[in-house]
């Protein structure tokens, strides 16, 4: 039995980070900060559909692309 999909879990224009990634040798120091662009549902070699989210980063201007759970949804900053 399979599980059921969970859903979407950001919308778009919504401020997010992505989390560190403490298993790597190369991990960062501060988390990325940026706002969801655009989001896709994709299968992945087994079948399964994963929501994917493009994000553009803040500082940088620069979009990548992440899977749900890497991100976290951060608060706005003061204004």
Known sequence: MTRPIVGQTFQIGDRVFKKNNMGSTKAFKHPIYGHIIEV????????RFHYYYW?????????????????????????
């Open 40 to 47: 896709s549902k994709e299968a992945n070699s087994m079948g």
């Open 55 to 79: 994000i553009k980063h803040e500082n940088t201007g620069k979009k990548s692309k992440h899977l749900g759970h890497r991100l976290s949804a951060a608060p706005l900053p003061p204004q």
